[in-house]
């Protein structure tokens, strides 16, 4: 406990500085209680949470109905891993598929497992499908990308902050300016099989492309036999004013990448939506993850479903703008 002479901000902040790897450098506000948008330090001092946990609030901090799901679950089973079936993936699934309009989702726990997942089922498709090569698959990334932190997805960053000291960098990928269609056009391969980007770029300072941005590199990557592959980790669930950003140009990518918001602020929660021509791929033992699926997230994101399909997000996120 803090010692009389400071006070219970500066101890915790203490005990984060000697006992946690110094991989953020945070405000120096220590929380202990939030709900809605708010938020209150351990001081009592009340804030309003701008920040949203990096786009993973999007329904408010303890979400009533989310918590209620959540502690119902908990009463029940928790975790089974995947060598046996349970009673939330399927109908979790099924809903967050009729509400995105794709045929599968592959569930995992966080959104740089989210790409990772689907770097891996681009490649498999380009080599079992597209009859790439064996190991000469390309995948085409935009510059000022963001899409997480681990040793791959950071050797295609252009920021220094993630890429410096981790070399080297995974091969089997081209950068280009992001916005840019002519760009995607000129690096075209016959051995590129997929196409990443976000809809906006979140990290590199919320830019959004040009109109008809996504329309265009969906009809470049079909004329090329390559996957579109969209990143709406941050992007996603109501937070422009639609389901999806892709939504607002009607364009659906051959995969949609979720996290975040998806698990409602509540629980970790991430995937791969397709159809079943690219999900496909993947067969027993080919993928997996022990808490991806698992009973509790499941019913979790199944709340989150039905929150979004009871009430209308998009257009509350319209009107605020």
């Excluded at 502690?71 to 009673?87: E, G, M, T, Y």
Aim: glycine share 8%; charged share 25%; hydrophobic share 35%.
């Amino acid at each position: 406990m803090p010692k009389e002479e400071e006070s219970k901000s500066q101890y915790y902040l203490e005990l984060d500085k000697k006992w946690t790897a110094h991989n953020y450098k945070p405000i120096p506000v220590v929380i202990e209680k939030a709900k809605g948008v708010w938020l209150w330090d351990v001081e009592g001092k009340k804030y309003m949470d701008c920040l949203s946990a990096y786009s993973s609030q999007n329904f408010g901090h303890r979400n009533p109905k989310l918590i209620k799901a959540l502690k119902k679950q908990a009463d029940k089973v928790i975790l089974i891993s995947r060598a046996f079936c349970n009673d939330t993936m399927g109908e979790a699934a099924k809903k967050l598929c009729e509400l995105t309009k794709y045929e599968v989702f592959l569930p995992m726990n966080t959104g740089a497992e989210a790409v990772e997942s689907a770097l891996k089922i681009a490649r498999k498709w380009g080599y079992e499908k597209k009859g790439v090569d064996e190991n000469k698959a390309e995948i085409i990334v935009c510059e000022n990308n963001f899409h997480g932190r681990t040793i791959t997805i950071v050797g295609f960053s252009t920021d220094p902050d993630a890429f410096s000291g981790f070399g080297p960098k995974t091969p089997g990928f081209k950068i280009i300016p992001y916005g840019d269609p002519e760009a995607l056009k000129k690096v075209i391969s016959k051995n590129t099989v997929a196409f990443l980007f976000e809809p906006i770029q979140g990290e590199a300072g919320v830019l959004i492309p040009p109109k008809g941005y996504l329309k265009e590199i969906q009809k470049i990557c079909r004329e090329n036999n390559v996957l579109t592959i969209a990143d709406e980790i941050q992007t996603g669930f109501c937070r422009t004013g639609a389901i999806l950003v892709c939504h607002h140009e009607k364009m659906k990518p051959d995969m949609t990448l979720v996290a975040k918001a998806v698990g409602g602020g509540v629980y970790p929660v991430s995937g791969v939506l397709a159809n079943w021509n690219v999900m496909d791929v993947l067969t027993p033992g080919s993928h997996g993850s022990t808490w991806g699926g698992n009973s509790l997230g499941m019913a979790v994101l199944e709340a989150v479903c039905d929150l979004l399909n009871e009430e209308d997000f998009s257009q509350r996120a319209n009107e605020l703008g």
